[in-house]
């Protein structure tokens, strides 16, 4: 089993950028496709990014392609969200998590949950 703590959120101005991370201790990390996912106040927990246990494979939310880039290092157990031109719509909270597929954007595929960080987005 992996284990998950979500670092880096904060509060930023419109246009700003923040780098999330995601510390995962446990010795599947390797084997495990990893995914970001976000949740607003009152709204449902909604995809990302997700990147496959090698990093060869990505996969991004329209909402935040072009502007979130999603990556690992295996040596450091380690999954990076890089969040640029951020915008007030992306404030939430944004939480890592593992999965046995191999690339999934359905969090009941995930099995494992970091605990969340809080990112806000002022206009």
């Known amino acids: 089993q992996v284990q998950l703590v979500e670092s880096g959120g904060g509060l930023v101005q419109a246009g700003g950028s923040l780098r999330l991370s995601c510390a995962a201790s446990?010795?599947?990390?390797?084997?495990?496709?990893m995914g970001w996912f976000r949740q607003a106040p009152g709204k449902e927990r909604v995809f990302v990014a997700c990147i496959s246990a090698n990093g060869g494979y990505t996969s991004y939310a329209d909402s935040v392609r072009g502007r979130f880039t999603v990556s690992r290092d295996n040596r450091k157990n380690t999954v990076t969200l890089q969040m640029n031109n951020l915008k007030p719509e992306d404030t939430a909270v944004y939480y890592c998590?593992?999965?046995?597929?191999?690339?999934?954007?359905?969090?009941?595929?995930?099995?494992?949950w970091g605990q969340g960080t809080q990112v806000t987005v002022s206009s």
């Open positions: 998590a593992a999965s046995r597929k191999v690339l999934t954007n359905r969090p009941l595929e995930y099995d494992t």
């Open positions: 446990g010795r599947t990390f390797s084997s495990n496709s």
